[in-house]
């Protein structure tokens, strides 16, 4: 599965409905936390 192909869906606070967006766009605009146990 390529980066482009995955899809995300996320709830933030101001959105009344989970959004769903490509994961570069996703990563691009919302920085998740680190997690360094999972890679």
Known sequence: TSVEET????MRD???HPCMRP???FLGKFKPEPRE???
């Open 23 to 25: 994961m570069y766009n």
């Open 7 to 10: 899809r995300v869906v996320f």
């Open 37 to 39: 146990e999972t890679e």
């Open 14 to 16: 101001g959105y009344p």
